[in-house]
């Protein structure tokens, strides 16, 4: 998803091959950080702010909690069903499919 600007020898193997790699974690969280001093915002972003966010939108559409799981690939559903308690909504937060036609 995320480009390498410049390609590389692939260090796996004898093969030799120029391929273009991804960009390291550290680079994508350093242009967060930037982002957001820019901004102005006085909070701690990270990437993985991005991905908690992504898990909560789910879960307030309704997504089951499995799907989420498969999407950000946990091994146990204990580690998803962390998310659940950040929402504290009960039945009230659970919306129509309708809604979405709005």
């Known amino acids: 998803m995320f480009p390498a600007t410049a390609r590389a020898v692939d260090p796996r193997g004898d093969s030799g091959k120029v391929r273009r ?31 908690q966010s992504f898990a909560t939108h789910l879960l307030k559409r309704g997504t089951d909690i499995r799907t989420i799981q498969a999407l950000l690939g946990h091994k146990d559903v204990e580690t998803t069903m962390i998310y659940t308690h950040v929402l504290k909504q009960g039945a009230q937060g659970v919306s129509s499919p309708l809604d979405d036609l709005l």
């Not at 550290?26 to 901004?39: H, P």
Request: no cysteine.
């Open 21 to 51: 790699h991804h960009l390291d974690q550290s680079v994508i969280n350093k242009a967060i950080k930037r982002a957001v001093k820019l901004l102005g915002m006085d909070k701690r972003v990270s990437a993985h702010t991005f991905r």
